[in-house]
């Protein structure tokens, strides 16, 4: 790497990251899934609009801009961390993480929906591979808990992420950014604020409840908001600025590594080697797709525009704080 603390940042964007589901399965001692997602997304815009107003860096734009924004925060944020929340009221944090791993497989997928172009082998057969691991993780053959509506509800978090990332791909980014002078980190804490917005709108579905005051789950939301928010996505901001969007994405497989590890030690979790095999399978499908997104010059529109998912995933998952 270019910078030698860019290998710090990066086990430690690891640890932040792949930690969430841990520290969401602990705060749900205290807090409700929406509880949770409002908390986090408060506190994540909190420490984001401070480094704004820290660099100088203005937030503003038109009412169209503001549109596209709550769009993005919608599925990119505010959703996605709902259904984490409800998911992991019966799903293992583990399995949460090995789940979230499936992210560019779906962005990858809705991205070349929308591009309507013929996809490269490499990438066809990354996705068959990927999801060849999530079928493997949900053994629907075995007809046990696995299809539960937990499972499916952090497997569309999963999917919200994608369709929020080929949505920003396509509408908040290059030219975009550009016309109202926008930053990554003013977009994200734009993001962060409309995100809030609907997490306040779904609060009354399971958030009116009394909070129990169970301290390690208070510091435990504390610690996701703040450190897993704010401060991971500005040090994932310097990474991207030193090494590069690929290079920093590389912590996509690290997160359910973390996360798995994570659930063993602190929580006692066991996946079985079924899951893992399964998990091995979607990084496997993950690594040719981001393979298959390296230019070929005697097929110069592989790399045309953003519609390309996968490459979206690469390029815009470490510039949003979707984790």
């Known amino acids: 790497m270019n910078n030698p603390a860019s290998y710090y940042r990066l086990a430690a964007l690891a640890l932040l990251w792949g930690s969430s589901f841990l520290l969401i399965k602990v705060a749900l001692e205290a807090l409700s899934p929406t509880q949770i997602a ?60 090995v789940i979230n791993a499936t992210t560019p497989l779906w962005t990858a997928l809705f991205g070349m929906l929308l591009a309507r ?89 399971d958030g009116l409840r009394p909070v129990h005051p169970e301290p390690l789950a208070l510091l435990s939301i504390a610690v996701l908001g703040v450190l897993g928010t704010g401060i991971a996505f500005a040090m994932n901001y310097r990474l991207i600025a030193d090494e590069g969007a690929t290079t920093a994405s590389t912590v996509a497989y690290l997160m359910p590594i973390v996360s798995v590890l994570l659930g063993w030690l602190v929580l006692d979790e066991q996946l079985g080697a079924r899951v893992l095999t399964g998990m091995a399978l979607v990084l496997a499908g993950v690594l040719l797709i981001r393979r298959s997104n390296r230019p070929a010059r005697e097929k110069p529109r592989i790399v045309r525009g953003l519609l390309r998912g996968s490459q979206l995933y690469a390029e815009l998952a470490t510039n949003h704080p979707g984790k």
């Open 117 to 205: 172009e013929t996809p490269p082998k490499s990438r066809l057969t990354g996705l068959g591979v990927g999801f060849a691991g999530v079928v493997l993780i949900f053994a629907p053959w075995q007809g046990g808990d696995l299809l539960a509506p937990g499972v499916l509800a952090c497997l569309g978090a999963a999917a919200s992420y994608g369709v929020g990332y080929v949505y920003i791909g396509r509408k908040l980014t290059g030219e975009s950014l550009r016309e109202h002078g926008l930053s990554p980190l003013a977009l994200a804490s734009m993001q962060m604020i409309a995100a809030a917005g609907f997490a306040a709108v779904a609060l009354p579905i």
């Open 38 to 97: 409002l908390t986090r997304i408060v506190l994540g815009a909190l420490v984001l609009v401070a480094l704004c107003a820290v660099r100088g860096i203005r937030l503003r734009g038109s009412a169209a801009l503001w549109r596209r924004i709550a769009t993005a925060g919608l599925f990119a944020s505010a959703l996605p961390w709902v259904l984490f929340g409800v998911g992991e009221q019966t799903v293992a944090s583990g399995l949460t993480g």
